[in-house]
DNA sequence: ATCCCGAGGG
DNA sequence: CCCTCTGGAT
C-alpha cells in the first residue's frame, strides 16, 4: 500500500478510536501477562469470563503458585488448550517468584525465555503493560494486514517486520489495537463487513461483501 | 507440519 | 456440521 494510504488508514482508525485498549481485563503486570497467555486461539470474551473470579483470587506469582496446576484448570476449563495454558501458567509463576522477585521481565527477550509465552505474547506484554512500539501479529493483523494490502507478508514475522517499517511515527504505539479491533469487528474472518468499513477504498480486498438486504 | 482444545457463531 | 478465536512447543 502506498504511503500516503497508509497513513489515511490509520487516521481514519484512529479518529473512530482515539484511545483504543485492550479488551481483556487484568489488575496489575502479572495478570495481564496471564491473561495474554490464556488468550491463545482463544476468544477475549472467553477468557474473561474465567479470569474475573481467578483473578479476584490471584493477584501474585506466589497464590498462582499456591492455588496449583490441578486448581487453576478449573478456573480455565471453558478455555481451549487448557491443559498446557494451565501447567505453563504455574510453570511460568515459579520461575518469575524464584528468579524476577515476582515481576514481570520488561524485556522481550526475557519475557520469551517463561514458558507459554513466545514472540507474539511478549510483543503484545510490552506494548500493553510497557507501552512500548511493538506490533504483535495475531491471527486478524496477519488476515487484515495481507487482505487489505496494508501490511502482506507470508507468515507472521514478515508481516511484524512490515509492520514495522512502514507504519508512520505518530500511529506506532496504538497501531496494534487499532488492527485488532478493525479485525475482530468489521475485517472479519468469514464475513468481511466491506459496507461499513471505514477504509474500504483503501483497500485491496477485491470480492466486497454487498450490504444485507435491509 | 502437527498437536494442544472449549465456546460461540453460521 | 464447519470455522474461528490476540499461539506455543515439539
Redesign the pocket.
Known sequence: MKKADIFEFYRRLAELNPDPR???EYGNDYQLLVA??L?????????N?ATRALFRAVKTPAQMVALGEEGLKEHI????????KAK?VIALSQILERDFGGEVPRDRDTL?T?????????N?VMN?AFGAETF?V????F?VGNRTGLAPGKDVLAVEKRLEKDTPAPFRRDA??WL?LH??YIC????PECWRCPVADLCRYKPKTPAPAA
Open positions: 485492550t479488551e481483556l495474554v497467555v488468550s491463545a486461539q482463544a476468544t477475549d470474551v472467553g477468557v469470563k476449563k471453558t478455555i481451549g488448550l487448557f491443559n498446557a505453563n520469551t517463561l514458558p507459554g509465552v513466545g514472540r507474539k505474547t511478549a503484545v500493553t504483535a495475531d491471527t486478524h493483523i488476515r496494534h489495537h485488532i479485525g475482530r472479519k474472518a468469514r464475513k
